[in-house]
């Protein structure tokens, strides 16, 4: 956030989690169905296809990276090491690619947590992604962004200066934030086997997710800590 980084200055601290990731829109064919779809690659590479509500098929491509600035290169640039990256793995890759190439919201990013010490500065607060991304792995970028601006205007409601209300917003949400941003163990790189042996034991886990027992033990590691905060009640 340009806007955020104005105010806040270097007191942001970055977190890239070892992935990058791309995302765009491309035609919608029939056999996408209504269902998203994944496909893992040796060397930690995956895709996805998930359809929207417009007719079109939201695409992403994901790739194991250090931070090393991929994320900075051209438009151009960006989608050439996509090809280099991406080429030959099969599936419905070749499609991706070529649709790809003439998307007009393509946008390739460094999949990144956002840590600040503090969510306030003078009369100006932040709030959802700009201050507390958990990043797309956590399953809870939605959730903090709601429950942020609702905690957020239910303070400054309730109070008559905007310290006050700040303080509150941040005593109220940070151990929830602070939850959502702790990831499982091992992730991103358990969903992003480099070998096919990683990717077969994967897809075994997965499998066995299905059956009840496995799926709540497993539940315990891997689901977001969605239902572990109760949204203070304002009273108009």
């Given amino acids: 956030s340009r806007t955020r980084d104005l105010v806040f200055g270097d007191t942001t601290d970055l977190r890239p989690v070892g992935l990058t990731t791309a995302y765009f829109t491309i035609p919608r064919r029939p056999s996408d169905g209504s269902w998203a779809r994944w496909h893992n ?23 194991p990276s250090p931070p090393r600035g991929d994320e900075r290169l051209a438009p151009d640039a960006q989608k050439r090491l996509l090809h280099r990256l991406f080429t ?45 991304c958990a990043s797309p792995l956590s399953g809870m970028g939605t959730g903090l962004a709601l429950a942020g601006a609702y905690v957020l205007a239910g303070e400054l409601a309730h109070h008559a200066h905007h310290g ?45 997710a299905s059956r009840p027992r496995i799926a709540r033990a497993l539940n315990r590691f891997l689901v977001p800590p969605a239902d572990t905060f109760t949204l203070p009640p304002y009273a108009l």
């Fill in 41 to 63: 690659a040796t060397r930690g590479r995956t895709a996805t296809l998930r359809p929207d509500n417009r007719g079109t098929t939201r695409a992403s491509l994901s790739y």
């Fill in 88 to 132: 030959g793995v099969g599936w419905e890759i070749p499609r991706v690619l070529t649709a790809m190439d003439t998307a007009d919201d393509f946008f390739l990013d460094s999949v990144t947590q956002v840590r600040m010490p503090s969510w306030s500065r003078g009369r100006i607060a932040v709030v959802g992604d700009a201050a507390y």
């Fill in 164 to 208: 006050d209300a700040f303080a509150r917003y941040e005593h109220v949400l940070r151990l929830y934030v602070t939850r959502a941003q702790h990831l499982p163990p091992g992730v991103p790189r358990i969903a992003s086997p480099r070998t096919r042996a990683g990717i077969h034991a994967l897809n075994t886990v997965l499998r066995a």
